[in-house]
């Protein structure tokens, strides 16, 4: 069984710019999550999907973040503009619909701010 | 979610038990104790959870106190694989929402 794939994995940016990460869950998978893990730090929860719609976005900086999985399949995470403190490893998880308890995590997309 | 208390790290020797504590003291009725780990460089990666009984797998046991209040995860014949971040996540088996804390490093030495 294939896992969660996500791209780029890294990626360098300058303070400002903008970038756009890609999530691809493991098929089947109706719940999508991301997450943000700053160095030394565990993952934080920025967004939850269920199909193609939000579940909780309560953590996501809305003013420069945004995320979208319009087709209830793929999803991507969007910073505009991106700033120092966006320095991180954005993961992307994936979990079946019922009665299972563990997400399946991809392997994150490090991203750096100049 | 009931906050959880972990080492910052541990050491242990390959082909020892490594035994990870975990506090947490007000854990709910209803909450479960979940155990992830992250490997450098990879996503987290799910262990083991339980409620109240000891639980077992292929990849580690789960000892919870009677008084739920504490944890630990054992591993049995640690490899130098093992080595990694480990999380003691106290949760609701319904919400499905994982909230990591800072987690143990564990190195395993040769």
């Known amino acids: 069984e294939a896992g969660v794939a996500q791209s780029p994995r890294y990626k360098i940016i300058e303070k400002r710019q903008s970038v756009a990460f890609w999530c691809n869950p493991i098929?089947?998978?109706?719940?999508l999550y991301w997450y943000q893990q700053i160095l030394g730090q565990g993952p934080k929860l920025l967004i939850q999907?269920?199909?193609?719609?939000?579940?909780?976005d309560s953590q996501l900086p809305k003013d420069r973040f945004s995320a979208e999985r319009l087709k209830g399949v793929d999803s991507t995470l969007k910073i505009q503009p991106a700033k120092l403190e966006d320095s991180a490893v954005y993961l992307c998880?994936?979990?079946?619909?019922?009665?299972?308890?563990?997400?399946?995590f991809g392997p994150g997309t490090r991203l750096t701010v100049l | 979610d009931a906050k959880t208390t972990q080492p910052t790290s541990m050491d242990c020797a390959e082909g020892r038990a490594a035994n990870l504590p975990c506090n947490h003291s007000?854990?709910?009725?209803?909450?479960?104790v979940y155990w992830y780990r992250q490997i450098h460089s990879q996503g987290p990666q799910y262990i083991i959870h339980?409620?109240?009984n000891n639980e077992t797998n292929e990849m580690a046991s789960l000892i919870i106190t009677e008084d739920r209040k504490s944890s630990t995860l054992i591993l049995p014949h640690a490899t130098l694989r093992d080595t990694a971040v480990y999380y003691c996540?106290?949760?609701?088996?319904?919400?499905?929402?994982?909230?990591f804390g800072a987690g143990t490093t564990v190195t395993v030495r040769a």
């Open positions: 098929s089947g998978h109706a719940t």
């Open positions: 339980g409620l109240k």
């Open positions: 998880a994936s979990r079946p619909n019922r009665g299972y308890n563990e997400q399946f």
């Open positions: 999907f269920q199909n193609n719609g939000v579940v909780d």
């Open positions: 996540i106290v949760r609701v088996q319904n919400d499905y929402k994982l909230s």
């Open positions: 007000t854990i709910s009725g209803n909450e479960y």
